[in-house]
């Protein structure tokens, strides 16, 4: 393989893609290469600038081209129509610094950029055996000198251009890097409201900040770790105990003194969640609500990404939520309360509705065990009941797509789905919580600064793949996140309530290959064979399965289509299973209940 200098820059483009893929190992073919090849040069406008300027330095070593190396690697979730696609926004001419990957607008015209690719495949310069190799000694050189005259202007032209837009971006980059005024301006605006008195610690903080779990070095405890174990979990459940008893800490200031931290609900990386109740003199309770109170690290708390409108991006969502839908519309989704901001603690609470019910994925922990006991052939659920869940998920993600800015949800798992019991029925109702990643975009889709935000500032971060989520949230993914990323993780819930596991790799392939690892034909999942709990469920509810789950956004069904199908009235009526059915954890002398009486001592932590 012939190395740089070289002239054209997709023929340098080419021979760093093949020396890219070399260390890689991935085996694939010659095919799959070009198509991984043809969707990064044609994707990205940046790519194809750091490429030009090499060549017209006479570069002779391969440039810094790491950021965009993902656009490659990610090269099996490609197929024909995404370079067709990348084609056509490569041809409208639309890709500048501000877009630069484009829009979906279409021109008859060929930008100039197409026109020295053009020149450049029929000079020789190609994929496989045309990589800067394996072409003839006369050829090459062509590719390389015997470029016309006219030709040649109009690449240097191109090149002028290219350089010049790219240092405009990098002047902008480097406007971005001066630093903003202090305190910065997505936050709140000077004074801020005054922080509680309380110097309780939440346990979060406690736990990942403070005092972290002890080690047991690899299997080979030290001298005295049994003991300091015990001393970890001891200490842990007095923070719990202390952080109870604060207040609620609500703002505007009023008094609180008969509210009381009456249970510990959980806690996360982020934060802490309790219940609280208001009890009147004789103890007998008359409210309750839960407190989540969130300390975000100084890396998040000092983002933009964060912020809405001067509130943290979870407080905003709540108010969008609470404002611009109707009670009947917020039926699936968790209400809130109020907030208090603790800007000088740098953390916020949330003051949200109880749900004595759970999660789901606490009520469906009978159906969990049948995978850990791999006895995957037995069923927990009826179709209908699962209809239900289907349809107060799907219900909840339209209602969040119905305010004046659509919100994605994008960490929707059992976890953050909880049961409340039906007022007409008395049967449970679904409902989607916890909005810490939840978004609504900050750029109209038609404006440059789109492709920049969507996805980039919300899939995960490098080095973080978890096959949890939909594919489009890897961290080499270039496709925008939105509603139907919610489609595939209503489909990921229903898959674990049809098979009976819900593990760190979210949905599995027949062959226990994740989901969100590569396209997949129908007879892949849910065919029975290996999770055989499935065969006990109509092919009716399992295709509907099999369409949120699709590897390619583009072929799953909106949140409207999918709505429809589960309406569908003609669907076959679901079996009659081997089921007691749905097993409410509920308790009807629910200790918390408004009226009841408020133990004290049962404070639980």
Same mark, same amino acid.
């Given at each position: ?6 002239k054209?820059?997709r ?9 890219h893929?070399?260390?890689q190992d ?10 991984a090849?043809?969707f990064?040069?044609?994707h ?15 570069a002779d ?11 490659v ?8 129509g995404?370079?067709?696609d ?9 890709q500048?610094v501000?877009?630069?990957?484009g829009?979906e ?11 020295? *690719?053009?020149?450049?495949e029929?000079e %020789?310069? $190609?994929v496989? #055996? +045309? /990589? &800067? *190799?394996?072409?003839?000694?006369e050829? %090459?050189e $062509?590719?390389? #000198? +015997? /470029? &016309? *005259? ?5 690449i240097?032209q191109?090149?002028q251009?290219?350089?010049? *837009? ?11 890097q001066e ?8 936050w ?10 309380s ?8 736990h990942y900040r ?12 030290p ?13 842990r459940?007095e ?12 703002w ?8 009381h ?12 969640a ?6 009147d003199?004789?103890?007998t309770?008359l409210d309750?609500?839960v ?5 975000p ?5 000092e ?18 939520i ?9 039926s699936n ?5 109020g ?9 916020f609470r ?5 749900c004595?019910?759970?999660t ?8 969990l065990d ?9 069923v ?11 349809t ?7 209602s969040l797509?119905?305010?004046?800015q ?17 007022e ?8 989607l ?6 978004f609504?975009?900050?750029?109209d ?8 935000e ?13 096959t ?5 949230t890897q ?10 990323t919610d ?18 790799h979210?949905?599995l ?9 590569r ?6 999942l ?14 009716h509810?399992?295709?509907a399965?099999r ?14 289509e999918l ?10 009526a679901?079996p009659?299973?081997?089921t007691?059915?749905?097993?409410l ?9 408004v ?10 932590s």
């Open positions: 393989m012939k190395g740089p200098p070289y054209i820059a023929a340098f483009f080419n021979y760093a893609v093949r020396k893929l070399e260390t991935l085996g694939w073919t010659a095919e799959q290469e070009k198509r090849q043809d990064a040069w044609h990205h406008f940046k790519l194809r600038a750091i490429f030009h300027r090499a060549v017209e330095e006479g070593q391969i440039p810094n081209w790491d950021k965009y190396k993902g656009l690697d990610n090269g099996l979730a490609y197929d024909e995404d370079v067709e990348a084609k056509t926004r490569f041809k409208s001419g639309r500048r501000g877009r630069p990957c829009d607008t279409t021109s008859e015209e060929e930008s100039e950029d197409e026109a020295e *690719e053009e020149e450049e029929e %020789g310069v $190609g496989g #055996e +045309g /990589v &800067g *190799e394996g072409v003839g000694e050829v %090459g $062509g590719v390389r #000198e +015997g /470029v &016309g *005259e006219d030709h040649a202007q109009v240097r191109l090149r251009q290219l350089n010049q *837009e790219t240092a405009h971006q990098e002047r902008l980059e480097h406007e971005l630093p903003d005024k202090y305190p910065y301006s997505f709140p605006s000077l004074p801020w409201d005054p922080d509680p008195n110097n309780a610690v939440d346990v979060s903080t406690w403070q005092h972290a779990q002890p080690n047991p070095n690899n299997f080979h405890p001298p005295g770790y049994d003991q300091a174990l015990r001393d970890w979990y001891q200490n459940r923070a719990k105990r202390q952080w109870l008893r604060t207040r609620p800490e609500a505007p200031i009023v008094d609180e003194s008969r509210w931290g009456a249970r510990f609900l959980g806690y996360g990386s982020y934060g802490s309790g219940l609280w109740v208001q009890v003199a004789q103890y309770i309750r609500m407190v989540k109170e969130c300390a690290r100084d890396i998040e708390w983002h933009p990404k964060n912020w809405r409108g001067k509130l943290p991006r979870e407080i905003k969502i709540h108010r969008k609470d404002r611009g839908l109707t009670r009947v519309q917020k989704l968790i209400s809130s309360r907030y208090r901001l603790m800007m000088t603690r740098r953390k949330l003051y949200l509705e109880y004595p019910l759970g789901l994925w606490t009520a469906a922990g009978d159906i049948i995978h850990r006991l791999r006895r995957w052939d037995e927990t659920l009826e179709e209908k009941q699962l209809w239900d869940i289907f107060d998920l799907v219900n909840g993600c339209l797509q119905q305010v004046n659509p919100i994605v949800h994008n960490d929707l798992h059992m976890a953050n789905v909880f049961l409340d019991i039906d007409e029925d008395g049967g449970p109702t679904f409902k919580a916890d909005f810490g990643r939840a609504y975009n900050l750029n889709p038609s404006t440059p600064g789109h492709a920049l969507n996805p980039g500032e919300y899939k995960w971060g490098p080095g973080v793949v978890t949890r989520y939909a594919p489009e961290p080499n993914s270039a496709t925008t996140i939105d509603a139907k489609v595939w993780s209503i489909g990921s819930i229903m898959w674990s309530l049809i098979v009976g596991h819900e593990g760190d979210g949905p392939l027949d062959d226990e290959t994740p989901v969100a690892r396209h997949f034909d129908a007879e892949e849910l065919d029975g064979t290996v999770f055989r709990a499935a065969r006990h469920y109509s092919d509810l399992k295709d399965v369409q949120c789950l699709r590897y390619r956004k583009h072929e799953r069904p909106s949140l409207e709505w429809a199908l589960i309406q569908d009235t003609d669907k076959p679901p009659i299973l081997p007691e059915g749905w097993n954890p509920h308790d009807p002398q629910d200790p918390y209940a009226g009841w009486t408020w133990d004290r001592q049962r404070r639980t």
